[in-house]
Structures are given as structure tokens and as C-alpha cells.
């Protein structure tokens, strides 16, 4: 689909749903995102102009088979909470507008720090952003972890048991993508699966869980008092769970960009501590060792996924050709992980 003839399709899109004639700028295809199409635009109404982000489900990549609908109702559910999430108001399926299922969301300001590690491993914050910012960020997963999925009809996710459903879930849905992709399982991967399976532990605690929360997923803000977070992105893998899961991903040495640091943030066991004082949830260290090996598991699985949709084929996306030189060094970290080498509950 040529750019202008989308572009008209948004028009048409948005001014039926606004009820107002809508003109479309400043198209553009962010690449910033890997799971999903993203494209940036303004809409112009008279004299107004407001920003917007259309999220369409790509033909094939790392998260198949894709499904946005239900990203998009706890969005839209969210879009009048405090907790600094995109409001989101429009979704369709309707294949005669962009020929796949997409939302639209408005955009909020800020920028996203990115999680590369720079030359000099300073991390993309200094001292002083890191002292506003970690401590916000895990506040608001604290307030994250607090919605009532019941009261905001969240049932739709499918709420795992008390007990250790919910890391038996979770690990059978990355088990299944690894299954999928036809890829070969490393000797690494194969073990830490195994132990996975002997240690999924035990929680009474089920609350929404974003699934990639993290470095690389927040707005920030730079105002004169300092950073702020100003939004919190990519909820394609939202789902009900066990809190520790977000904590130990938003954690994990995948987005340390280089410091000691959990998200380039704080100290891991600081963000743990102040994450549970703040949402009344205990930072278990069994439940958070489990969740930590499963992180590289996930990612591991994440990027056969999209390699293995490269080597078919169905995406032409050279950034999923990257994941045949980075899926090593993943399994060296897998490798190094201290929670099923040494340590770890028997």
C-alpha cells in the first residue's frame, strides 16, 4: 500500500470517527518497533492539530499469529486510569481500510530511551535522571500491578489459577513459539527449559502484567524539574499473571544497556524493594529467580520466532536476519544465569 493512498485511508478512518472532515501529515513508518507495523501521523482538524499512532498487525514476525484486540480493550479501558498509558480509542478489523486488523492511539510526548550499551558504559542516564526516574518506574508498575482486572472486565485474558499456573502458563506459551519456529533448541535453552519445568513456582498474587516492561518501552519527559515518565508502551503482551514476572523482566541484564543497573535504572534488588513496598506484593526470591531464567527463555523464543519467519520468507525484515548473530551471545547470558547454575532452589 503506497504511502498516500494510506494516508487517505486514515483520513477517511478518523474524520468518521471524529465526525469531521481530517487531514493527515507528517505520515511516517517508525521503525522503532519490531513486533508490529507502527506509523506516526498528525490530523488536522480546522485550526487543531493532534498527534496519533496506528499499530497494524504485520503479515508475519515475532509474536504470530498476532491478534490486537486484545492490546486494544485494556487500553481503551486504561485510557482515563493515571497510570501513563496511551489513550486509545479506535480499533477495527475491517480489512477494506488497511487490510489488517489495527488501533489507533494518541500520541503523548516524550522520547524513548533505547537500551544500547554506549562505549564509555554510562548508560543513556546520568546520576540525577536515574534518581527521579528509577524510583517512578517502579511505582508505576506498582499502580500497574494494583488495577482491578475484575472490576475493568479484564476476565478476557484468562485468569490462571491460584498456584503455579500462571508460571506454567507462561512457560508452555514460549515452549509452544520455540516448538513453532522449527528452529534447533541449544543445549543451553534445553536445559533451562528443563529446569523451568522442575521450578515453576507458587503464587496467590494474579494481577495484570504488561509483559514488556522495560527499557526501550518508556516515555520520558526532560522538564526543567527533571525526567519524568510520561508513557508506557507496547502492552502487545499483556496478560494476567504473576506480578514478578514484569519485575524480573524490567530487571533482567537484557536491558541493563550496559550499567549494573535494572532498566538502566537502579540496582536490581533496590527496584524489587522499592516495587513491593510500594504495590504491598512481597519480591519473592524463588518467584523472582524463576522469572528471571524465564526472561532469557522468552527473549530466546521471541527471536527464533522472527528468525524463522525470515528464513521463510513471510517477512522480508532484515532486522530479524540480526537475531542469527545475536541468539548466541543469549544463550551464553542463558548460560551465565545465576539461578539454575548455582543457587537456585533444588
Not at 486510569?81 to 510526548?109: G, H, I, Q
Not at 512457560?171 to 534445553?190: D, F, H, K
Request: glycine residues 8%; aromatic residues 10%.
Amino acid at each position: 500500500m503506497a504511502d498516500d493512498d494510506l494516508g487517505a485511508r486514515l483520513e477517511r478512518f478518523v474524520g468518521e470517527r471524529l465526525g469531521a472532515p481530517a487531514h493527515v501529515t507528517h505520515l511516517e513508518r517508525s521503525t522503532e518497533g519490531f513486533s508490529q507495523e507502527t506509523f506516526v501521523f498528525d490530523v488536522e482538524l480546522g485550526r487543531e492539530r493532534r498527534g496519533y499512532v496506528a499499530k497494524r498487525e504485520p503479515v508475519a514476525g515475532l509474536l504470530e499469529p498476532y491478534d490486537l484486540e486484545p492490546e486494544f480493550r485494556v487500553l481503551h479501558a486504561l485510557s482515563e486510569d493515571p497510570l501513563p498509558s496511551p489513550p486509545t480509542p479506535w480499533f477495527t478489523r475491517d480489512p477494506a481500510v488497511l487490510e489488517r486488523p489495527f488501533y489507533v492511539m494518541e500520541r503523548l510526548p516524550g522520547e524513548v530511551p533505547i537500551p544500547v550499551a554506549r562505549v564509555d558504559g554510562a548508560g543513556p542516564f546520568d546520576d540525577a535522571e536515574r534518581a527521579a526516574l528509577g524510583p517512578e518506574v517502579a511505582h508505576a508498575l506498582a499502580r500497574l500491578h494494583a488495577i482491578d482486572w475484575r472490576a475493568r472486565g479484564f476476565q478476557f485474558l484468562g485468569a490462571p489459577r491460584p498456584g503455579r499456573e500462571a508460571a506454567e502458563r507462561e512457560l508452555a506459551r514460549w515452549e509452544e513459539r520455540i516448538r513453532r519456529s522449527g528452529l534447533p533448541v541449544s543445549p543451553p535453552l534445553a536445559e533451562a527449559l528443563l529446569w523451568c519445568r522442575r521450578h515453576a513456582p507458587a503464587t496467590d498474587a494474579i494481577t495484570l502484567v504488561h509483559g514488556d516492561y522495560r527499557l526501550g518501552n518508556f516515555l520520558v519527559v526532560h522538564e526543567a524539574g527533571g525526567p519524568r515518565l510520561s508513557g508506557i508502551l507496547d502492552w502487545e503482551l499483556v496478560h494476567l499473571g504473576d506480578p514478578l514476572e514484569d519485575v524480573a523482566w524490567c530487571a533482567s541484564p537484557l536491558w541493563r544497556a550496559g550499567t549494573p543497573y535494572a532498566s538502566a535504572l537502579l540496582p536490581p534488588e533496590e527496584f524489587a524493594a522499592r516495587w513491593a513496598d510500594a504495590s504491598g506484593h512481597a519480591a519473592d526470591a524463588e518467584r523472582l529467580c524463576f522469572y528471571e531464567v524465564l526472561a532469557f527463555v522468552k527473549m530466546i523464543a521471541i527471536m527464533l520466532s522472527g528468525l524463522a519467519a525470515f528464513r521463510s520468507g513471510r517477512t522480508t525484515d532484515l532486522r530479524m536476519a540480526i537475531f542469527d548473530h545475536q541468539l548466541p551471545f543469549l544463550h551464553l547470558l542463558l548460560g551465565m544465569t545465576r539461578g539454575w547454575l548455582a543457587g537456585a532452589p533444588a
